[in-house]
Every structure is written in structure tokens, then in C-alpha cells.
């Protein structure tokens, strides 16, 4: 949304930032620093006034329903409304405390019923459906626009009968309702949790680097020593290095538990009732599954197709886990144990039989990945792929103090946006890594640039020492810059059509695609570089490092295909009536799939954010393994060009898929840049699994 609101909050008291027609901080930016979680509540109740007026006035229109004055009226409506959501819910995620928990559990409902509103609005879905695009002579953005508003339209149930739409209503409010709960619930669990390690038995096994992660998250809470908590920056490090078996359990059964502890903030019953109103929502629609719902608006298209894919990949690698398991049960022999392998000890067995087949230690390659290195190679890529230059910001609002701000440009100085980078991990913020927006890019009254933030949860080193990254962490913030640069290089008119705003299984592939160059030999040999020396990582350290990147991946295919087999499978089989028991409904497919015991989801329902925490994911995890055949297949192109930097494809690469927004079905969108769709063979091939 524009900084500049043309109508707005003038109503509010004037101490309220969100009464200012226009933010004069530096870009834009939300000030930060002035806004407070009382100003929440007014902001959000006269924003919400506006938008129902701007959208009645639209309904009732006495002219004749055209693209301009229904269509794009309801573009330009809500920018109040976007900007105030747009920093509470950034912040909500990132940097939440009491205060805006309760509003965000206020303020949810009344959200859901106020876009329930608008979607099941009789008058204004009439004039949306009388609108004749070759009569108009609309631009394709144009027609692109009016099909999806369309399509938004019915699948909120803007076609049904009004007792129906009722209960689509009534739906809507009470999702939004448990969504919060569950996440809220998920925080609550992970925020509460610290394992003590106290003295040198406690900590026997843990390098420095985990060492002094542990003592920082103990200085956080206010604590003495060293403490392990559920983040995953440092749980899974732990697993990895602990000597201590009976710590390692403890540490992993509290982690894989989160959401089902059986008190206030149990997520079973939470799940029971979203699986089920969900499941009711479907069949209003006439679909004969949510899982059949959700597909229908996807590059899949159906649950077969994605459930085909799924079962393609997880053949080759539930034997490849098998084979796995085996060798890491020979060692556990082999040092004179007689336990069977556990799941909580895989990843302590898997980083000796690593060391043991590629004398790679985890340790050893940190050293050559400190944060600051590794921002600069990916700023660097972006550079070199599409022209990109970043400039720091010092003297600008932040919601932390941990929080930095670049000023992202062309190569002929042109302003392309701001990034935000928010690194750390911290009881105020959720578990995971992801990408938002504080503001979108469009240009349907000017230019607008957006300002996008990637969150990530990294073990914060002690104070003045630098933090260094596993080679998983480095593939993670590759992973989120990619959504960044999907949101920063958006070339689009209209807001609906923006960055990200595309199919939920083809929105992986900038992220993902992005990863590749990681990966690549030029740009470790640049940018991986010791934090203490600054010497380049020994080339043998790195073709180690490089040869080992299809270690494990049994075990890490497994955990998340079983992951997203049970998502669909719970939203094609449940239909809810009188509840389900959810965890035992995951046990049961996770039977009938055969999953080796030794291994678990990646996320196990009570804790699954991804699918319950709201709808982005839901009946879609399997979405970052369809995006990773378009990947593997996308990252060729480049490679059959002989340059991973070849200009003319990274120029069809920014067009098509990065700049391109939703102006293109993602079928037509990847055949364009690609001259065609894509096979599986690359992603086996890429994950080790090709026969």
C-alpha cells in the first residue's frame, strides 16, 4: 500500500502513528519506536469503518458495473486497513508480547467477519460477474485481475444460497479463532521449555560454538549456565552433538511434544475442530474434500497429482532411509552399545557416519560460515544474477534492536525496495524462518516499493563474536532471500497480483531455485571465508562439504514427505463428524506407509504451523516438493547454458518468475521461461535418490 492514504485515520488521537496520512520516516517505514500495542485496537476499529464504507460505496454504485469502477475501486480500497494489519501481524510473528496476543485474539474474528463480508456481498459479486473483459478491451494484467477477484469470489461462497453463506461465514470467524489459538498455544510451549545443562557432564560432546549458544540463551531468560530451549537453531545441534543419550532424549521428547502437553495450551482438540470445519466448508462448496477444495486453485490441480508425486519420491527414499538406519546402527555396535537406534539419536549417529565417509565435522565448516558472510553472498548472487545493489541503513525505525535495514537498488540507482533482516532467535518470536511484507509493491496510483523482512531464528553468538552458520542455516537464508527477491523485484499495476501472491505450489520455486547458488563452488569460494582469518575455505574442506550434500537425505526426504503424506491424507480422509483424534489418526498413516521407526515427521501434528497455525499450507505441504521438481529442473537451464550467471536466463528468470507476480497461470508462467514443463528426474537426481 502507498505510504500516502488518501482517506484514512484522521479520526484517531494524534498521538497515534496510525493517524498520520503519511509516515515521514525514512521510506516509509512503520515508526516503530512510537507505536504502542494501545494504538492497535483504535487503528484497527476506524480502518475497518473505512474500508466498509469505501466497499458499500462500490456495491452501490448507480453506474453500470465496469473494470474501473468496481474492480479497481476494490484494488485501491483498504490501503488503511493494510497498513495497520501489515505491521501488527508482522510483529505479532516476530516480536509478540501479552498485549498483542490478547488483541490478536480480538482482532481475528472481526477480521474474518469483515472479509466474509465483502465475499459474500450479493450487489458488489454482481457487479463483479457483469463485467465484460473483451468488451472493456482490458489489458491481460487486467483480465488476469477480474478472473482471480472472480475466483476468490466463489470459493469464499459468494454463489451459495444465503443460509449457506451464513455458515461460510460463521466458518470463517471460528477458523481465524483457532488459528491464533493453536499458534499461540505452539509459542507458548516452545517459549516455556529450557533443559539446564549443569556442569561439564551435562555438556560433555557440545563444541564452543553450541557452548556458547546455550550460555547465551541461558543470559536471555535471566538464567545462570547453559540451557538447551526449543529453538531449532539450537535443539538440533544438541541431538547432533550431545554424548549424554538420557539429555538428548529428554531434549527431543519435549520437542516433538510441543502442542500436546495436556494442559491450556494442548492443540489436539484445537485440530480436531479446524479438520472439521474445514472439512464442512468443502462440502458447502461442493467439493468432495478440503484437500479437493484447496487443490483446485493450484498448479497441481488435484490431490492425485500431488499425492502421485509424493508416492514417486517416497519409494526411493524410505530405502534409502532403511539403508541409513542400518549403517548408523552398525556404529551404535561397533562402540560396544546394545541399544536399538532411537529417533532421538539419528542425528548424533548420522554426524559421526558423516565425519567417518566424508571427514566433514559440522565444527570445521561454521568456521568459513559466518552470518555476515553468507548475507553478502546472497546479496552478492542477487547482484550478479539481476543487477541488484544493497546499501545498510543505519538511522531508521526498527521493532528491534536486533533488526537491519538495506536499501535494495538497480544498477542505474533506482530504488527497488528495502530488505529487513531480523536473524535472531527469542522468546518474542515463533519457531521457523519466513518472508512478509510491510508494504507490497503495485503502481495503480504511482509507484509503489515494497519493504520486505525475512525472519529467521540463528543462535546468536556472545557479544562480539561473530555468529556462525551450519551449512543447513546458510540454505535457509538463501531459501528466505529468494521469497525476498520474489517480493522486491514484483512488476506488477495491481496489489492482488504482487510478489507472492501465486499458486501456494509455485510459490516455493523462487526460494528454492535460489538455494542452487549456495551451493555453487564460485560463490563459496568468494564468500566462505573463516571468521577469524578471513582465509578462503581449503578446497578440499570445500569438495568435502559439496560431495556430502546428498548425505542424510534418506532420513531428511523421509521426515518430510511423511510430513506432507499425512497432511493430505488428514485433509482428503477426515470429515470430522463428532471429532477426530488426530494423533492417532497420524500413527495410523504413518503404519500404513511403513515409515521407519527410527524416524518421525519433520512436524508432528500438535506442533504443524505450517497447516494449522492458518491456511496457507493446509492440505499444501507437499508444495515445497512439488516447487523442488520445477527447481531442480529450473537451476538446468542455467547449467546447459554453461553459466550459473547466464544473462539472457537470468533476464527470463526475473521476467517470468521473479518480477512476474500472478500476471501468469504458473503453468504458462514456468513454460514461458523454461520453453517447457518440467520432469522429475532433476529433483531425484539433486536429492540422490535417481536408481
Partial sequence: MPDHLAAGLDRLPQDNPFSEDRWST?????????????????????????????????????????????????????????????????????????????????????????????????????????????????????????????????????????????????????????GTQFSQNLLADESSFTLPLNGEDDLAGLPPFLRAAA?????????????????????????????????????????????????????RSVMAEIVKLRAERARLLGYDSYAHFKLDDTMAATPDAAMELLRDVWTPARARALSERDRLQAIV???????????HDWRHYAEKLRRAEHDLDESEVKAYLPLERMIAASFDTASRLFGLTFEELQDVPRYHPDLRVWRVGNADGGEVGLFLGDYFARASKRSGAWMSAFRSQERLDGPVTPIIVNVMNFAKAPEGQPTLLSFDDARTLFHEFGHALHGLLSDVTYPMLAGTAVSSDFVELPSQLYEHWLEQPEILRAHARHHETGAPMPEDLLARMLAARTFNQGFATVEYTASALVDMTLHLSAEGEGGIDIPAFEEDTLRRIAIPQEIAMRHRSPHFAHIFGGEGYAAGYYSYLWSEVLDADAFDAFREAGDIFHPETAARLRTYIYGAGNLRDPRAAYTAFRGRLPSIQPLLKKRGLAA
Avoid at 547453559?226 to 538428548?248: C, K
Fill in 26 to 178: 525514512p521510506y516509509g517505514l512503520p515508526p516503530f519506536e512510537r507505536i504502542r500495542p494501545e494504538h492497535y485496537r483504535p487503528a484497527f476499529d476506524a480502518a475497518l469503518a473505512v474500508h466498509e464504507a469505501e466497499i458499500a460505496a462500490i456495491a452501490a454504485d448507480p453506474e453500470a458495473p465496469t473494470f474501473a469502477n468496481t474492480v479497481a475501486a476494490m484494488e485501491r480500497a483498504g490501503r488503511a486497513l493494510d497498513r495497520v494489519a501489515g505491521v501488527f501481524y508482522n510483529l505479532t510473528g516476530s516480536h509478540t508480547n501479552p498485549d498483542l496476543q490478547a488483541i490478536e485474539r480480538e482482532i481475528g474474528p472481526k477480521l474474518a467477519r469483515h472479509g466474509s463480508a465483502i465475499y459474500l456481498n450479493p450487489q458488489l459479486f454482481a457487479r463483479i460477474s457483469a463485467i465484460d473483459p473483451e468488451g472493456e478491451s482490458l489489458t491481460d494484467e487486467e483480465k488476469r485481475v477480474l478472473a482471480r477477484i472472480r475466483i476468490r469470489f466463489r470459493r469464499a461462497g459468494a454463489e451459495l444460497a444465503p443460509e449457506a453463506k451464513a455458515r461460510m461465514a460463521a466458518i470463517a470467524e471460528r477458523l481465524s479463532q483457532l
Fill in 333 to 343: 555396535q561397533a562402540e560396544g552399545h546394545n541399544f536399538p537406534l532411537r529417533a
Fill in 215 to 267: 550460555a547465551s540463551a541461558a543470559r536471555e531468560r535471566g538464567l545462570d549456565g547453559h540451557v538447551i530451549t526449543l529453538s531449532r537453531s539450537l535443539i538440533e545441534p544438541f541431538l547432533v552433538f550431545s554424548t549424554r543419550r538420557d539429555l538428548r532424549e529428554r531434549a527431543y521428547e519435549a520437542w516433538i511434544r510441543r502442542g500436546e502437553s495436556g494442559g491450556d495450551t494442548d492443540n
